[in-house]
């Protein structure tokens, strides 16, 4: 069965702009997270949605927001772009919210110029 | 919060030695997986393993949750194992409901 897609893979911004990354999970995966890679920070939470609901944030300014749909389909917007927000953006499923497989998507290149 | 710690930050290996990479979390976990991310930026799931010991191939993993370790075995190693290989951790309920909390990661460079 089809994985985590993720849209767009690679995309270039500049600074004030703004920015919404898609992300299909695996066909009955109802919880979706959304993490943020730079080199510097490593791997970093962002939020978790399960059944609509946003059931977890990690310590990122409120320009970074997401949405999940009826369906599990989730998107994440980042607003007023910074320099700083270039990264990889990484999405990921699971079943259920807490203790199961978690599987990652292909990602999102982000670069803002 | 919860420190996740993996080592070593560097492997250099030949074609066809073994590795151990060891990931040490600092509280009680009911998930935790590794993770090699590929040269596109994928993280590929090798084991769900919050306690127990599994394998798959040339690779095993083994997690002792009392002591708060987990071990990723890669035996005969091929150059097509290199990469990075992340440890995370999703702490017991509270405020890391949901989350996974990574390790920096150990970069495993398999020369032929």
């Known amino acids: 069965k089809a994985g985590v897609t993720q849209t767009p893979r690679y995309l270039i911004k500049t600074r004030g702009q703004q920015v919404t990354l898609s992300c299909s999970p695996i066909s009955g995966h109802r919880s979706v997270s959304w993490y943020q890679q730079t080199p510097g920070q490593g791997l970093q939470f962002l939020f978790e949605y399960f059944s609509e609901t946003q059931r977890n944030k990690g310590n990122f300014p409120g320009r970074f927001s997401g949405r999940q749909f009826s369906n599990s389909r989730s998107e994440m917007n980042v607003s007023t772009l910074e320099l700083g927000d270039s990264a990889l953006y990484l999405c990921?499923?699971?079943?259920?919210?807490?203790?199961?497989?978690?599987?990652f998507g292909e990602g999102s290149w982000l670069t803002v110029v | 919060g919860i420190q996740v710690e993996q080592s070593p930050p560097d492997l250099i290996l030949q074609e066809g030695a073994n590795s151990t990479l060891r990931c040490n979390f600092s509280?009680?976990?009911?998930?935790l997986q590794w993770f090699h991310q590929n040269p596109w930026g994928q993280l590929i799931n090798l084991f769900y393993?919050?306690?127990g010991t599994k394998q798959n191939g040339r690779l095993s993993a083994t997690t002792v949750a009392t002591e708060r370790y987990s071990l990723l075995y890669i035996s005969s190693s091929q150059t097509t194992d290199s990469g990075v290989y992340f440890c995370?951790?999703?702490?017991?309920?509270?405020?890391?409901?949901?989350?996974?909390?990574f390790g920096q990661g150990t970069i495993l460079t398999v020369h032929p």
């Open positions: 995370a951790v999703e702490l017991v309920g509270g405020t890391s409901y949901g989350k996974l909390t």
């Open positions: 990921a499923s699971s079943r259920t919210v807490s203790g199961n497989t978690i599987y």
């Open positions: 393993i919050p306690s």
């Open positions: 509280d009680s976990v009911n998930n």
